[in-house]
């Protein structure tokens, strides 16, 4: 157990099986000494049993960030449980079927707009609705953090999720921009491929795995996602006063690394 987050209260997103990224932030962020409440969408009745499996069980509350009635409340219903929110981790993504596997040329405007709504503007959404929480912090701001796949480049299968991937760093950093002046940083970390359920859906997504066991440098495990969630509590803390509108690379270096 560590105190890197010794205090703070954060607000965990997208947590949907202990695969999740999602849990393994919350996780090793209760490790790290923060107080921690979840979001669920759907099968909730799984997310709580899954918030049980965490070193403390955590709150979990209902969230469809697509639902302007769920937004509006969050505050309200965070509040239930912590006065204030020193953080917010966006773990946050979904792409329809059509929009993923090879198919980008063909794929119609709704799906890609889902896709577009849930994966990057949310990451807006959500922070609005957090906004309150972030600023009742006795003007000690906050910290955002959203977690990305590189969008540097056009991967193989991702599609449209990563035209999606590309809007969410760039809104990241208008958010940067906007909210500076609140003293909230606004952050993503740009990870490795982990296998979640999210991945499970992407067509192709083994093929990622010879990808960066040949070419990452300091190497690479699908089967881990602590790295991506140390990135995260990193971030959370207030080791990075002065960092904002970022994009953390946790991917065992392959995004610097040519042919």
């Known amino acids: ?57 955590a709150p979990v509350i209902e969230l469809d960030v697509t639902n302007a009635e769920h937004l509006a409340a969050l505050a309200d219903n965070v509040r239930a449980h912590v006065p204030a929110l020193d953080g917010v981790v966006h773990s946050i993504a979904f792409g329809p079927k059509d929009a993923l596997g090879g198919n980008f040329l063909n794929t119609e405007w709704p799906d890609v707009a889902t896709a577009v709504e849930v994966s990057a503007y949310s990451l807006k959404s959500l922070t609005m609705a957090c906004l309150p929480l972030l600023e009742a912090n006795k003007g000690r701001g906050g910290s955002v953090v959203g977690l990305d796949f590189d969008a540097q480049v056009a991967w193989p299968g991702y599609d449209w999720m990563g035209v999606a991937k590309a809007a969410l760093e760039s809104t990241s950093r208008y958010l940067a921009k906007y909210l500076g002046e609140k003293n909230i940083r606004v952050n993503l970390i740009s990870s490795g491929p982990v296998k979640t359920m999210a991945a499970n859906s992407i067509p192709g997504f083994e093929k990622f795995e010879g990808v960066w066991n040949e070419k990452a440098p300091l190497g690479w495990d699908l089967r881990d996602s602590d790295p991506a969630a140390r990135g995260v509590c990193a971030l959370l803390s207030d080791w990075f006063p002065k960092t904002t509108g970022e994009v953390i690379h946790v991917d065992g270096g392959l995004h610097a690394i040519g042919a």
């Open 1 to 57: 157990m560590g105190d890197l987050l010794a205090g703070k209260r954060i607000l965990v997103t997208g947590v949907i099986t202990d695969a999740s990224l999602g849990f393994h932030v919350a996780k090793r962020a209760q490790e790290e000494g923060a107080e921690v409440v979840l979001t669920g969408f759907g099968r909730l009745s799984l997310v709580n049993r899954i918030a049980n499996r965490l070193p403390k069980p």
